[in-house]
């Protein structure tokens, strides 16, 4: 039988190839998302900058909750990325612990060299510290000196290559404070990798710091002190960690891109599995339809049912197997490029390496084995239902009408599309709501490829309207159209799926970025406002309070908090006359009694908090530490201005980056806040509706993004795949046509009418079911039903629909017509 198998599959090379294409990019799909995955749950962030510290201390990484289930206490904690300072008296209980040879304390805070107009020099995230902890790395000047005074900084090796500075220049470096002339003192011996070190004199490094009596972290050698250590610090809430976890303490970031990898992995490679299972289902579903003929002469010849479901089950195991195999392979290729392009583009931190391993590979050959298994076991059924004189009457008059087992599978899925719709309605969280879209979308899918049969019925009126304009070619394709439903249904399900991810994708994202920014602009009523590349120092919003005529500077600064494990985007105001520069829409309390102990709520957050008018709220701010706030203002434009407002001073000193994103002020002319900004290069002015900074949910990721590109690119895969497969399977019907006469422009004016009725069919199912979850997202998130959706982008997808329709169909087609139909009226289906 397997040998039989084998025979069968090789003497089918264009089916061959299109279900290996198939099965092949989708274990390469999964193969990628599996990684990271992986990557987001195991993996960790390389060490540099404390490369020469086996054991390195920071204050405690992590918010703790205590959840109770039937009556037992379990402990829970999140990560957090801002960086958790330490008390500096534990430095003495480092220090003094037994074993312990060293304790170098460590101070970082954002210091970047910039240009005379403020831009960044050097590229890549910039920090500066005291000059006594560069022996953590270990660093050691190769050219000049340490720094000794407070004008004085050494810069490392390959940020100094890349700036173009030398021991001896004059720069120009922007700090947390008002940016500040320094002489380079000297220049290291090595560079860091993906991010800048600048290192200053110890009191100037105290002083930029701005936290007074608290460390940033403590480097200990040698590692055999680490338990003694942990001894030491017993009551300190801290972070001790060895090895290749000093990297998560080094770059506090990385624990926010490993919660995007989980959540993103899991979210689109589950989506990637069900667009997977829907697209071998429909190659292989295809595939079995144009060998009915054959199926029924082996039932002829004495075959049983069992043989039959058993040669094309060892056919699909055979296929899958390799093909699978060959996937994952590739697919481990392609999530090695996209790390390269995450961290090109600044989307991951190039310390964090892949975490490779057999699990994502094992589960995308199992996947699309199982898959391929089972479509060729359920699309053969039919056949072996029904006896095999009957069989063949099908293949000549295929029998319209759906299988109830189908109708019962179709069913559910529209029952659960529906579902989908009601709670992506009522869903006011864009982190949720998004993997709950795209899921909604592939069970449309499902739905449109069990009932494709009667949408197909839509290409037969279209195509009979075309015979008015082409009398040959539209009735050729009208009559193909109402002769055979199911290769129609079987092309429509995948170009609707390819239209409808598309456009979920892209828009999904506008909507959110678009409501964001109309929020934004909306409730920003001052006169003027200030941004910069780096940020708004404090000395610049004070410089503004002194002008003239200023009435009001709202400084507004952006961060998280954290209510038990769930994150939450939030702003630091200035509360001193918000209403003036501020319109957030507030609708039950007033901002005028935003005060440290109160917080603001955005109408989105209120729910998932429980938070009413008048609430105590126990918060952890950015860094770790705990406040309550009373809840005074609850407000609708959480997408502008972050789902918690808190006072500005308040959220600046628990953050990495205490300067504002912007500045918000409320009287004065433009000629006087330009001269007040003199002293501060790269600071710019705009109007109160210019587009906004970015903000803390200022639309979607690149990964994100990329990553459902990969599941729109595999969708038009098993577009071209399908349309190929179904037009390659005509070869006998168009070797028929050419031997009765009709012309070979004839054939091809039908193909082009078929493929224009089969794409108006799919476009238009596709941009129902994106509309539709599109509308309901909308209507959960930004409170309305109308979606952002940008016009020229739904024309591109369109386009690019019937392109890929045209030439899927096109290319094949000119590939028969140029054989003789002698030779393909004969031919084996």
């Not at 340490?146 to 001896?168: C, H, K, M, Q, S």
């Not at 010849?301 to 040669?311: F, G, I, S």
């Not at 069913?411 to 659960?416: F, K, R, V």
């Not at 406040?627 to 918690?644: I, Q």
């Amino acid at each position: 039988m397997l040998r039989l198998a084998l025979w069968s599959t090789w003497h089918r090379k264009g089916a061959l190839v299109a279900a290996f294409v198939a099965l092949w990019a989708a274990a390469a799909l999964i193969t990628a998302c599996g990684v990271l995955l992986q990557t987001g749950v195991a993996g960790e962030p390389r060490p540099q900058r404390y490369s020469g510290a086996p054991v390195v201390v920071t204050g405690d990484q992590n918010v703790h909750v205590v959840q109770y289930h039937k009556g037992h206490a379990r402990h829970r904690s999140r990560a957090i990325d801002q960086r958790a300072w330490l008390p500096e008296s534990a430095l003495a209980r480092v220090a003094g612990a037994p074993g312990v040879r060293r304790a170098v304390p460590e101070l970082s805070f954002p210091a970047n060299l910039v240009s005379a107009s403020g831009h960044p020099l050097g590229g890549g995230p910039s920090l500066g510290h005291a000059w006594r902890s560069a022996s953590l790395t270990p660093m050691a000047i190769a050219a000049g000196r340490a720094p000794a005074r407070a004008d004085e900084i050494a810069v490392d090796a390959g940020t100094a290559r890349r700036a173009g500075v030398r021991p001896g220049d004059r720069v120009l470096v922007q700090s947390t404070r008002a940016p500040a002339r320094y002489t380079v003192s000297g220049v290291t011996d090595r560079g860091l990798r993906g991010q800048a070190a600048l290192y200053f004199a110890d009191p100037e490094a105290r002083r930029l710091a701005g936290h007074p009596g608290l460390i940033t972290a403590i480097g200990v050698s040698p590692a055999s002190a680490l338990p003694a250590v942990r001894d030491a610090l017993r009551g300190v809430p801290s972070t001790v960690r060895a090895g290749n976890a000093r990297g998560t303490l080094e770059f506090p970031d990385a624990s926010g891109y490993k919660v995007m990898l989980i959540s993103m992995g899991a979210t689109v490679g589950g989506i990637s599995l069900g667009i997977a299972v829907l697209v071998v289902a429909g190659t292989f579903t295809l595939s079995i339809q144009q060998r009915l003929r054959e199926i029924a002469l082996l039932r002829a010849v004495a075959a049983t049912p069992k043989q039959v479901r058993r040669l094309i089950g060892r056919e699909a195991l055979v296929l899958a197997l390799i093909a699978g195999t060959a996937g994952a392979l590739c697919g481990l290729g392609l999530v090695a490029a996209l790390r390269g392009l995450f961290v090109a583009a600044g989307s991951l931190p190039p310390t964090l390496p892949l975490s490779v391993g057999p699990y994502p590979v094992v589960v995308a050959v199992a996947t699309v084995t199982a898959a391929a298994w089972s479509a060729a076991q359920t699309s053969a059924w039919r056949a072996n239902r029904i006896r095999p004189v009957e069989s063949l009457g099908e293949v000549a008059a295929p029998r319209p009408g759906t299988a109830r087992w189908a109708r019962a599978v179709g069913a559910a899925c529209l029952a659960g599309f529906g579902g989908v719709l009601v709670v992506l309605s009522l869903l006011h969280d864009e982190k949720g709501a998004l993997p709950v879209a795209f899921g909604g979308v592939v069970l449309a899918a499902g739905a449109v490829a069990v009932f494709g049969a009667p949408l197909a019925r839509g290409t037969v009126a279209l195509t009979a309207l075309a015979a008015r304009w082409s009398p040959v070619g539209g009735y050729l394709a009208a009559e193909g159209n109402r002769a055979d439903h199911r290769r129609l249904a079987a092309v429509i399900a995948p170009l609707s799926l390819a239209v409808s991810i598309t456009c979920t994708v892209v828009f999904v994202y506008t909507t959110l970025g678009g409501a964001a920014s109309a929020q934004a602009r909306a409730g920003t009523i001052g006169d003027h406002v200030v941004t910069g590349p780096l940020g708004v120092p404090a000395e610049a919003a004070a410089q503004l309070r002194r002008v003239p005529g200023v009435r009001t500077v709202t400084e507004i600064v952006h961060s998280d908090v954290y209510l038990g494990r769930d994150r939450y985007a939030a702003e630091g105001v200035t509360p001193a006359g918000v209403g003036g520069t501020l319109d957030v829409g507030v609708r039950e309390g007033s901002l005028a009694s935003l005060a440290d102990g109160t917080v603001a709520v955005s109408r989105n957050a209120a729910g998932g908090m429980h938070a009413g008018l008048g609430h105590v709220l126990r918060l952890k701010l950015g860094d770790g530490t705990p406040v309550s706030a009373r809840v005074v203002a609850l407000y609708d434009r959480g997408l502008g201005f972050g789902d918690v407002l808190l006072p500005h001073d308040q959220v600046a000193a628990h953050v990495d980056d205490p300067r504002a994103a912007q500045v918000v002020v409320n009287g004065g002319t433009r000629d006087q806040v330009a001269a007040a900004l003199g002293a501060f290069p790269g600071l710019k002015q705009s109007g109160p509706h210019a587009p906004p900074a970015a903000g803390p949910q200022g639309g979607g990721s690149l990964v994100n993004m990329v990553i459902m590109a990969l599941v729109v690119v595999f969708t038009a895969i098993a577009v071209v795949n399908t349309l190929a497969m179904a037009t390659a399977g005509r070869r006998r019907e168009l070797a028929l046509l050419r031997l009765i006469g009709t012309q070979s422009r004839q054939i091809r004016a039908m193909l082009r009418w078929e493929t224009l009725a089969v794409a108006v069919v799919a476009v238009a199912v596709g941009s129902l079911i994106a509309l539709a979850t599109l509308a309901a997202f909308s209507a959960g998130i930004t409170g309305t039903v109308v979606p952002h959706v940008r016009v020229p982008a739904y024309a591109a997808v369109v386009l690019a629909a019937g392109a890929l329709a045209w030439a899927a169909t096109a290319v094949p087609a000119r590939a028969l017509l140029r054989s003789r139909p002698e030779t393909g009226i004969g031919i084996r289906e």
